[in-house]
């Protein structure tokens, strides 16, 4: 059971996702985040050092769940079901809607808080999809057609999180969102990078 230090913290988690979604997280001070979740300046600066610190905590909620969705696969030695892990990836994704499209959206940017990722969570990911559709481990073994698939795959995985506004029609309700996923999915594998496993071995 959450106690309440740990209550409260998710909490400011969680109105800091919505604030900084709705508002940018340039255009969301500290105080805003503290007079949406009801506590004081100074507690979010005990729990998080910073704005900085909170959005990086949750980067860390985000990513690190979502990375061990990817390593069960590989070391369950799941390659040829490609299909399934899309799918997970994507409910994951969908499952926390707006900090999916959040986090895209400064990944985009370059700022301290993208070159972070990118040598953390970002090459973890790499290195795992890697090894899950080619079998290798050694980034340096990769051919230019392989980074190109990997690049390929991502981007789509990504898509309706960088481009909301594109996929908003396709997403009101809970059935919607699951047929979105099982017809996306499916358009996904039917591409002839990501069909089977000779392309990615070219």
Known sequence: ???????????????????????????????????????????IHYYFKSKQGLFESLAIHYFEPYLEIIEQEVNTNAEQNLESLVKRILHYKQEHYQLSCLVNRELTLNTVF???????????????????????TNKLEITYREKLCLVQ????????????????????????IAHFIDVYSSLMMDRKALKAKRVFSV
């Open 1 to 43: 059971m959450m106690n309440r230090q740990n209550s409260t913290r998710q909490k400011v988690l969680d109105v800091a996702c919505q604030l900084f979604y709705s508002q940018g997280f340039s255009g969301t001070s500290v105080r805003d985040i503290a007079n949406r979740a009801k506590v004081n300046v100074s507690l």
């Open 114 to 136: 993208a070159r972070e990722m990118l040598v953390t969570y970002l090459a973890k990911e790499n290195h795992l999809l890697t090894k899950l559709l080619f079998n290798k």
């Open 153 to 176: 795959l991502k981007g789509l995985l990504n898509a309706p999180f960088v481009m909301p506004l594109e996929f908003q029609e396709s997403l009101h309700s809970d059935t919607s």
